[in-house]
């Protein structure tokens, strides 16, 4: 009988080295952290860096990312749902538009988006099953046509879009007007999206005795504090030889403050004592 030759044996041990190795190969891709590891687009951020071997937390497979995984964390963070800049998220219905992840650990899962939310609020109207939030939808989207085609400088906000301006911007900001609601709670009419400062704002001139149209004095301007020390400071207290002051009153502000600057009073400089 003769012997199979060494070249022989040697390339039967090399062809099951290779199915020995491939099927190794393939029992290691069918771990799920082996497979997460192959389609992880980025790394995640710090905050979800816990979830990297656990793709499933928030993945459903063929739908991506769905809003009930993120509630499955997220809906008892009474922090974010008692504060009135972030309650809104009770009632929006998608995360990852807002919320993206896979961009590094040091990048905040967090990017404010209103176009996305006034886009969210138009397609949960029309995902109602009740027909007045139905026709309150058309309705909008009748004054955004309106606005989009034709619409002249007067009627639009040049840096905010007109379904941006469907938003309800004193349900999230109201705790930061520095108006005081004296001019109302449409906010687009001057503000962008972008930024609270407006670049085209000019202030009425220093000769203007009208700043009390504007400008809430503040809390301590209602107490003693004003007569014994606001009026002592800016030299109008009410004494027997300065009758011209005597009557000065808080909503004077421009008997005693300069528009460059609050704490710039008049005949005195800079002072702050608040």
């Given at each position: 009988m003769r012997l199979p030759s060494k070249r022989w044996i040697i390339g039967v041990l090399l062809i099951l080295a290779v199915l020995t190795g491939t099927v190794w190969r393939w029992s290691s891709l069918r771990?799920?952290?082996?497979w997460q590891r192959l389609a992880s687009p980025g790394e995640l951020s710090l905050a979800h860096a816990a979830l990297k071997e656990n793709c499933a937390a928030c993945h459903t497979p063929v739908k991506g990312v769905e809003a009930v995984n993120c509630a499955v964390c997220h809906a008892s963070n009474e922090a974010l749902l008692q504060r009135q800049p972030t309650a809104f998220h009770t009632?929006?219905?998608?995360?990852?538009?807002?919320?993206?992840?896979?961009?590094?650990?040091?990048?905040r899962p967090t990017k404010m988006d209103h176009l996305a939310l006034a886009r969210f609020g138009l397609r949960e109207l029309n995902d109602?099953?009740?027909?007045?939030?139905?026709q309150v939808r058309g309705q909008l989207l009748g004054w955004i046509r309106q606005h989009l085609v034709?619409?002249?400088?007067?009627?639009?906000?040049?840096?905010?879009?007109?379904?941006?301006m469907i938003l309800d911007c004193a349900s999230c900001h109201s705790n930061q007007d520095k108006h005081f609601k004296l001019f109302g709670q449409d906010c687009a009419q001057c503000h962008s999206t972008a930024q609270w400062a407006i670049a085209e704002f000019q202030h009425p001139s220093p000769?203007?005795?009208?700043c009390a149209q504007c400008h809430q004095a503040p809390p301590s301007h209602y107490m003693m504090h004003f007569e014994m020390v606001d009026k002592t400071v800016a030299g109008k207290a009410n004494a027997p030889g300065n009758p011209c002051c005597a009557d000065v009153q808080v909503n004077q502000c421009y008997r005693c403050h300069q528009t460059n600057a609050w704490n710039d009073i008049k005949g005195v400089g800079w002072y702050k004592h608040h």
């Open positions: 771990r799920t952290s082996t009632h929006i219905q998608s995360c990852s538009q807002c919320h993206l992840e896979h961009e590094g650990a040091n990048r109602a099953a009740d027909s007045e939030r139905r034709g619409a002249g400088p007067e009627t639009r906000h040049k840096n905010i879009t007109s379904e941006e000769r203007s005795t009208d």
